[in-house]
């Protein structure tokens, strides 16, 4: 309805005292119409006082320190670097081989059997070691000892089969046919019979090595080196010409 002021008629009771300026007539402002073609003159807004808010007061902030990244990297690597390291032993498979057990006269062979399988008496390398006895003033019909040892003993479980068993084995079982009947010497022939038995490498072909439990012991080549390369023939007949005093001594 655009009431601006109202009045009372009468006195209100326990009211406030009205204010004068309110009862005061105002003149309204006249505006002039514009000329024609004047620019409009803009009318002046009355300006409103706001008071200006006041954003509350902000809670202050506590910076935690955190670790970088790269810190952490850093730290966890100088952690595992300080850790000790422990080294694991190397996984040596078991050595492969098959040795027969030989008597020829007073002597003891263990021969490396080039195939696996037991001499047959057509065999290329069984007719060389019966040329190599009858050099040697030996009976050149051997008589087999005991079963071929087969290494490795077992295909599963965990039993040790590495070379130093191995090594236990072929002396063990070597040393008690010697206490069944002693021998005058002990022919190594093939690099398993004098790695296993002799304790030595090929650097020991054709010498004379003591082996405790074994006594004197003789490492020759394998047979099917000796095919394979003749002329290693002239080495084993010159270190046998000074063995041969031995066995021929006591069979006389």
Not at 2 to 25: D, G, H, M
Not at 27 to 47: D, F, I, M, S, T
Not at 48 to 61: D, Y
Not at 153 to 180: K, N, W, Y
Request: negative net charge; glycine residues 6%; proline residues 12%.
């Amino acid at each position: 309805m655009q009431v601006v002021n109202w009045l009372p008629r009468t006195e209100l009771p326990f009211a406030a005292p009205s204010r004068p300026e309110l009862l005061e007539w105002v003149e309204p402002l006249l505006v002039e119409p514009p000329e024609p073609g004047a620019a409009p003159v803009p009318v002046a807004k009355a300006a409103v006082a706001v008071e200006p808010i006041t954003a509350p007061a902000a809670r202050p902030r506590i910076e935690v320190p955190r670790p970088s990244l790269a810190s952490t990297r850093t730290h966890a690597k100088v952690e595992e670097e300080a850790a000790p390291t422990v080294a694991k032993a190397p996984v040596v498979p078991p050595p492969r081989f098959a040795l027969q057990l030989l008597r020829a006269g007073r002597c003891l062979l263990l021969v490396e059997l080039p195939t696996g399988d037991t001499f047959q008496t057509r065999d290329p390398a069984y007719l060389l070691l019966k040329d190599m006895l009858r050099a040697a003033g030996l009976p050149d019909s051997p008589q087999i000892v005991g079963e071929p040892v087969r290494w490795p003993l077992l295909t599963r479980g965990t039993m040790d089969q590495g070379p130093e068993a191995a090594r236990d084995f072929v002396q063990g079982f070597v040393s008690a046919r010697l206490e069944d009947e002693p021998c005058v010497c002990l022919w190594l022939i093939g690099l398993p019979a004098v790695r296993f038995a002799g304790e030595a490498d090929a650097q020991a072909y054709n010498r004379e090595l003591q082996v405790e439990g074994l006594g004197s012991v003789w490492a020759l080549p394998g047979l099917e080196l000796l095919m394979e390369e003749p002329q290693r023939k002239a080495d084993v007949w010159q270190a046998m010409r000074r063995l041969m005093a031995r066995w021929k001594e006591s069979n006389e």
